[in-house]
């Protein structure tokens, strides 16, 4: 029961996380999408994950 609490509390900071990010970055056109993919990835790799997605944007999209 413990794991799936802290689970969830992952997935709440990591979907925060992201729409803060988004909230910014919309004035540079660097918005990164908030589904499944992006938050599991904040969930299970935290900060780093999301710089990655946006090395990821800049340099492959």
């Known amino acids: 029961m413990k794991v799936l609490v802290k689970f969830i509390k992952k997935v709440i900071l990591s979907s925060f996380l992201l729409y803060g990010y ?3 970055a919309v ?3 660097m918005i990164i999408p908030i589904n499944l993919f ?3 990835s904040m969930c ?4 780093p994950s999301l710089f990655a997605l946006l090395l990821f944007k800049l340099f492959i999209l």
């Open 44 to 47: 299970i790799l935290g900060i």
């Open 38 to 40: 992006t938050i599991l």
């Open 27 to 29: 004035n540079f056109n």
């Open 22 to 24: 988004n909230l910014i």
